[in-house]
């Protein structure tokens, strides 16, 4: 999800529905491909091989961007600009290779950043080939962001998400590829001979359909083959060594990561990041986050209309008659506008980041369930990928009824500013604004002023979107928006990833999956046993993709679908195609667009520097200026320091921490917390912008069962002079006492 907030972002700055005679062909193809409410059945076949049929390989990397100073991503909103952080991020990297063919090999990357990038991975594929030559190619190697709203911005390459973070961050971007690098070397570098597992399970209430009238667009028929309208169902590929040991596990389940809400201003992985840490801290308890060699990756999948403030959206207008009401179930209004009507998490009564922590545990508790039961399925199989380019400005293509379709130059509508309820928009813009007639004409007169104005076939491409930014056709300084985008998949045995370059609402995501099973099937690639799941965001950030049904009512995901209302058939119709480049004895290449034009180096970035840090008067850089309290601590206490700080741009401190909780054991300090622990938050407080002064405060919540003894907390720190060098320091607090 990319939400604008125009109430600060603009002061910076025809094809008829085919789906009724298409209606028995797909129910036809539906039930081919075992088109069920449930989970996929998977049957269980022998144990694992003894000699290892894959090579398999897992990193970590931290990717975390500056924590201060910089919006973050996802929200898009100029006021959410980081103060500090709560959970770094991270990227994971898990290589598998076909042991009886090396040169066949997938590279799977799960970052905690927002959504993948063709500018990032572009570098990121440039420094692998110098690195490791035709190892890891653009066809092999999949970049999937998990979607979290708390990462640092800035780092997309197209301007219009740029907006909101003045431009672009280099040492975001540069923060992602390093720690994106660190994770696959250490993936390449651990290849071993392993098996890989398959497993599900269904998981209830860790999500939610935030656009519930758009689903109910959708034929009547296909909606009574599901008993929710979000999908429920956890995939897990668990990694083992030979000897049968786990290395690691990716799973799938579709849920936004929207836990934190937009107020929020502390760095963190949202409830993904939470999941991962659970699973890794589960195995290995005994390691620091980040030094971990289990790896677990919590990946994003048809997330579209998913949301995980599960309590649903209510009116939060005080002084209102409507306040604490549900909201308009069409609109998602509250009095006919959309900025009072926000979701609610589980732990609203406590704070979103409760919320966070129970789908975060929701999503690790069911993947425990999955692979410490004994009814995984062995993978076994070739290791295949295939990828293209494709232009979705103009491609044509024919529907399954024979009839022309083509999707569009990049445009969104009106809805789009009307954002969602994981984070409203402003202004009388609301969702599901179908009509030609903008509610607002002083819109009209000030979108011309923004993007070109659309022609009358850009319209009727588009129709029923009313058009708000005409995107597509907004090449200065650069491209506002992405034209081509990245088609691609990845097999390994009977498990086949649709990586796809946007976000499938829940519906487009079953019609995909199904649509591509029973092509994998029918082509003879692979027999029932198919397992098909979608990854994405990925690669290129191609905003949403809905069904026709659901872009017609032009609620945000349809007035997101940028290519227009063929989006959907025009994937199905293109990863259809590359299907038979999966197949075990598949040879050659397919023909492709060309790449999209690199736009990194046209960047410009507003951020200014950091110009000098002091301490104030009679003071030094580290120093305590509100100290722990006295007498004894206990679990569910929250320790509290606060430290004469500097800019934590100046270092940031990648694969380290800004601070450690320390415990005293035989005389040594001992770490026991670093920022990484969910338990711990840094939060940086510029005093004086003229004088350089700032402070730092350090917290750290108890957890049960912390053991009793004696603590102090210390931040590391780095400070500026006015000459640029940069000096590190720390600071110690007073001991304390855990009773």
């Excluded at 603009?10 to 028995?24: E, K, T, V, Y």
């Excluded at 952080?85 to 990227?91: A, C, E, G």
């Excluded at 402003?426 to 007169?445: H, L, R, T, Y």
């Excluded at 004469?644 to 921490?657: E, F, I, K, Q, Y």
Aim: hydrophobic fraction near 35%; proline fraction near 6%; include cysteine.
């Amino acid at each position: 999800m990319y939400l604008p907030s125009f109430s600060t972002a603009l002061a910076d700055s025809a094809f008829p529905f085919n789906w009724i005679h298409d209606a028995m062909r797909l129910f036809v193809m539906y039930l081919a491909a075992f088109f069920t409410a449930s989970p996929p059945v998977i049957e269980v076949y022998g144990g694992s091989s003894s000699n290892g049929e894959y090579l398999i390989g897992l990193g970590i990397g931290d990717v975390t961007g500056p924590v201060v100073e910089t919006n973050m991503m996802g929200y898009a909103f100029l006021p959410q600009t980081d103060t500090g952080l709560h959970m770094r991020q991270r990227s994971r990297a898990f290589i598998v290779v076909d042991a009886s063919n090396p040169s066949e090999r997938v590279l799977f990357i799960n970052s905690d950043i927002c959504m993948g990038d063709s500018g990032i991975r572009r570098t990121i594929l440039s420094s692998l080939q110098s690195l490791y030559g035709d190892l890891y190619t653009p066809a092999n190697t999949a970049l999937v962001g998990t979607h979290a709203h708390s990462g640092v911005g800035g780092y997309l390459e197209n301007l219009l998400p740029q907006v909101t973070s003045l431009g672009y961050v280099n040492e975001t971007a540069a923060a992602i590829v390093s720690g994106t690098l660190k994770a696959i070397a250490d993936a390449h570098n651990s290849l071993v001979p392993g098996n890989i597992k398959l497993g599900n399970t269904t998981l209830l209430n860790a999500n939610r359909n935030r656009s519930p009238s758009a689903y109910l667009a959708n034929p009547e028929w296909e909606r009574a083959m599901y008993e929710e309208n979000q999908d429920t169902t956890v995939t897990v590929l668990g990694f083992e060594n030979v000897g049968g040991d786990a290395m690691g596990l990716l799973s799938f389940f579709p849920v936004h990561g929207t836990s934190l809400y937009e107020n929020n201003t502390l760095v963190s992985g949202d409830n993904k990041g939470m999941a991962a840490w659970m699973y890794e801290s589960y195995i290995e308890s005994s390691s620091m986050p980040g030094n971990n060699s289990f790896v677990a990756g919590f990946v994003q999948s048809n997330v579209g209309d998913t949301t995980p403030n599960t309590l649903g959206a209510y009116c939060e207008s005080p002084g209102k008659p409507w306040d604490g009401q549900p909201c308009e179930f069409e609109h998602s209004t509250c009095g006919n506008r959309t900025e009072d009507c926000h979701g609610r998490g589980p732990g609203f009564h406590i704070s979103d980041f409760e919320s966070n922590r129970i789908i975060g545990q929701a999503q690790f508790e069911a993947t425990r369930t999955v692979v410490e039961n004994s009814n995984m399925t062995t993978v076994s199989g070739s290791v295949k990928s295939v990828h293209v380019y494709l232009d979705m400005t103009t491609y044509t293509f024919t529907l399954p009824n024979g009839t022309l379709a083509k999707t569009c130059p990049a445009a969104l509508g009106y809805s789009f500013a009307g954002g969602t309820t994981d984070g409203p928009g402003a202004f009388d813009f609301i969702q599901g604004d179908n009509s030609s007639q903008s509610q607002n004409p002083f819109w009209e007169v000030v979108k011309r002023f923004i993007t070109p104005a659309p022609s009358e076939e850009q319209i009727a491409c588009h129709y029923p979107k009313p058009i708000l930014l005409n995107s597509g056709y907004n090449h200065q300084p650069y491209d506002w928006s992405p034209g081509t985008v990245d088609v691609q998949m990845l097999r390994v045995g009977q498990f086949v990833i649709l990586v796809m370059p946007g976000e499938l609402t829940t519906m487009a995501g079953r019609r995909m999956r199904d649509a591509l099973r029973a092509r994998l099937i029918a082509e003879g690639v692979l027999d029932d046993r198919a397992y098909v799941v979608i990854a994405g965001p990925a690669n290129t950030y191609g905003h949403y993709v809905t069904t026709r049904e659901e872009y017609s009512v032009q609620r945000y995901e349809g007035a997101s679908t940028i290519f227009g209302p063929a989006t959907l058939d025009a994937y199905i119709n293109k990863y259809s195609e590359l299907v038979p480049y999966l197949a075990t004895n598949a040879t050659g290449i397919p023909s492709s667009n060309a790449a999209p034009p690199e736009q990194t180096s046209k960047a410009i970035s507003l951020q200014t520097s950091v110009v000098v840090d002091n301490p104030p008067i009679f003071k030094h850089f580290g120093d305590v200026l509100i100290d722990v309290e006295s007498g004894i601590y206990h679990a569910g206490d929250t320790v509290a320091v606060r430290f004469v700080g500097a800019n934590p741009r100046n270092n940031l401190r990648l694969d380290g921490t800004f601070l450690t909780v320390d415990r005293q054991l035989d005389g040594e300090w001992v770490v026991a917390r670093t920022d990484s622990h969910p338990s711990t938050t840094y939060q940086w407080n510029r005093t004086s912008k003229v004088l350089g002064t700032s402070t730092v405060d350090i917290r750290w919540t108890i957890e049960d069962e912390t053991p009793a003894g004696t603590y102090r907390i210390t931040y590391y720190g780095d400070s500026k002079s006015l000459l640029g060098s940069i000096s590190a320091f720390t600071g110690d607090s007073s001991t304390f006492t855990v009773g």
